[in-house]
């Protein structure tokens, strides 16, 4: 058996603020009444922005969201990550940096994000990039379904607004879990 996945802190900060701050802390409590015990006490108490945490607790507490929430919801949040959870280096290379700069780093800004699995990026021409996710599918290896379906796009795009690109396309044409080696998508602007 591999070793357990991790997710930042900062994930499990955010997306906490981000549910009380938009629905109010009622949201916030049932959903930590339908997680398991370990998760509830661990997301009940002091969550450290720089701490590791089981990748498990952030992939419960996404299918969580999603059952009460749709996948729009989910896009939102992932946005506001994006928005909220860039260090102040990054801002700058994002606002001044082109998106080439900035997909070629995704790796790296992935690493900080999550253990357990790897974002890859490779250029097929002008403007034309494919990004993979790879990773284990089981809940306690790697991010779950939820990031590779829809987190990636809300990341992935507010990060390309950042480098003045408007109009950017991200289309995920195969996932991990359902069969594929990786989550793949293809990136055009």
């Avoid at 981000?18 to 006490?41: C, F, H, I, N, S």
């Amino acid at each position: 058996m591999s070793e357990p996945g991790l997710a930042k802190g900062s994930l499990l900060v955010t997306t906490r603020d981000y549910v009380t701050e938009r629905e109010g802390a009622a949201l916030w409590g049932d959903m930590l009444k339908a997680l398991p015990e370990q998760d509830r006490e661990l997301l009940g108490g002091l969550v450290l922005v720089g701490g590791w945490y089981p990748v498990a607790v952030w992939n419960r507490l996404m299918d969580e969201l999603l059952q009460r929430r749709d996948a729009r919801y989910l896009l939102r949040l992932a946005r506001y990550i994006a928005d909220n959870d860039i260090s102040l280096f990054f801002r700058i290379a994002l606002k001044l940096g082109t998106p080439e700069f900035v997909i070629k780093r995704l790796g790296w800004l992935f690493k900080q994000y999550f253990r357990g699995a790897q974002m890859k990026s490779a250029e097929n021409g002008p403007r034309r990039w494919t990004i993979r996710i790879e990773g284990g599918v089981g809940i306690e290896e790697a991010p779950g379904e939820a990031v590779c379906t829809v987190g990636t796009e809300g990341w992935v795009s507010t990060a390309m607004e950042r480098t003045g690109v408007r109009t950017s396309r991200l289309v995920k044409v195969d996932c991990r879990f359902h069969g594929a080696q990786a989550c793949t998508y293809d990136l055009t602007w």
